[in-house]
């Protein structure tokens, strides 16, 4: 892995294959890098692309630049580097055993990397709800559920039975969970895995145009905050969601071969 800073063009990766993943760039990151004169590069990799991903991570003052999200989580989470190691030894060894252990081992690493999280967010998210009045208007289970929330509690949200059936389907009963509160509720997924407690659903309400009050699914309720760890990508993007990081794709479309020459007959020319 290549470390550089913003005022180095020679980055390391200028001679990759631009076809293939290269080796992250890593620089320490200012609030007003980006402004001019502060002395932001791109990095070329084998001096024609970009890296795919560029992620700010403000608490430790780094803008990484990466072609794999492992090699952002990499800086966020310690030892995560060597756990995609070991995962990769074990695809390539082909052993599933072998392949199924690392993989859990780190989507472990991710999810307790999301509960730590999750506890700040949920936490600084109850002190703005206090500064701003918004605590008022929740009743007392909720406030102690975002207490207990912020403590380090699983969230469930407000339970309730729903009907369901059993594994003979006979009629029963299931406890699931709700939160319509405008507070947000931070969730890690990869808390709710093993089933012991069941992810809280938004119950949040839209008014209709004609008056009716309903309850709209949507993939991102603006009521919960939800961070993902199934795999390397996902987390990324439900941190950039969170506001945890920073983060930008880019598309990569290799030049056809007769831009190329052209490229190459104006240099000539110039030469």
């Not at 949200?157 to 009629?171: H, I, S, W």
Request: glycine share 6%.
């Amino acid at each position: 892995m290549s470390t550089s800073t913003a005022e180095t063009t020679d980055f390391g990766v200028e001679q990759c294959d631009p076809a293939r993943p290269a080796p992250a760039v890593i620089v320490t990151n200012t609030p007003d890098m980006k402004s001019p004169g502060h002395g932001y590069i791109l990095p070329l990799i084998g001096r024609e692309r970009p890296h795919s991903f560029e992620a700010v991570l403000r608490e430790q003052a780094l803008r990484v630049f990466a072609d794999r999200p492992a090699d952002i989580l990499a800086q966020l989470i310690p030892d995560y580097a060597s756990l995609e190691a070991a995962l990769e030894q074990a695809i390539a060894s082909g052993d599933q055993a072998e392949i199924d252990q690392a993989e859990i081992a780190a989507f472990d690493a991710r999810s307790a990397h999301a509960t730590t999280i999750r506890h700040t967010l949920q936490q600084r998210i109850n002190v703005t709800a206090h500064d701003d009045g918004s605590w008022n208007s929740l009743d007392e289970e909720e406030q102690q559920l975002l207490a207990a929330a912020a403590a380090g509690t699983v969230p469930t949200g407000v339970l309730y039975l729903a009907p369901a059936e059993d594994d003979l389907g006979n009629p029963a009963e299931e406890e699931l969970g709700e939160w319509s509160a405008t507070v947000p509720l931070v969730l890690n997924r990869g808390e709710y895995v093993d089933g012991d407690v069941s992810e809280p659903a938004s119950g949040l309400e839209t008014e209709m145009p004609d008056g009716r009050k309903v309850v709209v699914v949507v993939e991102h309720p603006e009521n919960l905050v939800i961070l993902d760890p199934i795999d390397p990508y996902t987390y990324l993007s439900s941190l950039k969601r969170a506001d945890v990081i920073e983060l930008e794709e880019r598309e990569y479309v290799p030049m056809d071969d007769l831009y190329t020459s052209v490229l190459e007959s104006s240099a000539a020319a110039g030469a």
